[in-house]
């Protein structure tokens, strides 16, 4: 951004000393005492200047709209960034909590899912007892699948952005689920809701490997 400022800078000053320099060049640099070589000289350097003061006009005018825009994109990406940080925080909360209610008679959600959601082919998740089950899970327990599918749009917006902001943002929002439930855990949401959807989801699968790999 300096640089392309300094670049702009020495162009304008370039372009409004070209003409002086070019008549000097010309006509020679001595002052005339004779009024109608004064009159000419104005009328020239007028003429001159005139449409090269509206061109650096119009360039000044474009160049605070180009800062402009640049300034409230990074406005928006600021804002932006900070909800979906907030917004990964209070979802890994919430699925963390809902991963110690009891699923199945004896055992919690999280034991449930790291029994039966970590397969090593992505063929196990359409097995038809599996599917059942993800079902019940779903009736009893509907924020162990709601609130994992709230993240991804996050992820996958984050991921789609092009800076490095972006970037980093998506990394510790991965690494903040991963901290907080676990990176097998994370796994088995993935497979979970993959059972669930079956294959009619557009979602981009993070943790799981078999289903990254689909």
Known sequence: MIRRTCILAFFAIATIAAPVGT???IFGWKLSSNHARWAEFGSAI???YSPIVALLTLSVLFWQLVLQQSLNTHEFDQAYLQQARTDIEFYSKQVAEAMNAMA???KTLREVLHENFLPDHISAL???NLRQLAANIHELLPPSFDIWSAVYPILMGLDAGKTSMYEMT?????QKLIA???FRTC???DNFHRTIVEDHSQVSYVFSSILKSK
Do not use: H, R, T
């Not at 998506?170 to 991965?174: A, L, N, V």
């Open 170 to 174: 998506y990394g510790s929002s991965s």
């Open 23 to 25: 008549y000097i060049l």
């Open 187 to 189: 796994v088995a949401l």
């Open 180 to 182: 907080v439930l676990s």
């Open 46 to 48: 007028g003429g001159i």
């Open 104 to 106: 199945l008679p004896g």
């Open 126 to 128: 359409d097995n038809e």
